[in-house]
């Protein structure tokens, strides 16, 4: 099994460490599936909107869900997420070198989202590299059964694991 998070501490950090992970290792020539988070900021200065570009070319699909000014429940568009996970299920079977995932969030941990195409990747001997924050890590680390490579949030230290676990990968 060969399933490794990273975690990088500001907010948005972690998307554009992964993101850019992603084009170099597609400018490399390898098969990447999986999705990327792009964060876009609003005019009107409420919450950015979150968008996911299906791997390696897109679509590039909007995961969030405007509420309104005064909510603060989760913005998350479960329909969206949904419909990535089912593009990203299909390239993996097309085959890939390697599996990103953004982030191993809320739904993950509740056993929805890409825990499936996570634990399929595994099955496939597929390496998977997924994106964390604090308050989903205890639930990663259960579902990863202590099995996870914990990565710093460094662009050189990922190029080195995708290069160990992807012999293609080469730095």
Known sequence: MTLACTMAPGRGDTDLILAGLAADLMARGLRLCGTVQINSGRADAGPCDMDVRVLPQGPVLRISQDLGPA??????DPEALEAAVALVSARLDAGADLLIVNKFGKHEAEGRGFRDVIAEAIAR???VLVGLNGLNR???DAFAGGLATHLPPEPAALARWAADVVPA???
């Not at 909510?71 to 998350?76: M, T, V």
């Open 71 to 76: 909510a603060r429940g989760c913005r998350l």
């Open 138 to 140: 205890t639930a990663f």
């Open 125 to 127: 001997d597929v390496p």
């Open 169 to 171: 990968a080469v730095t």
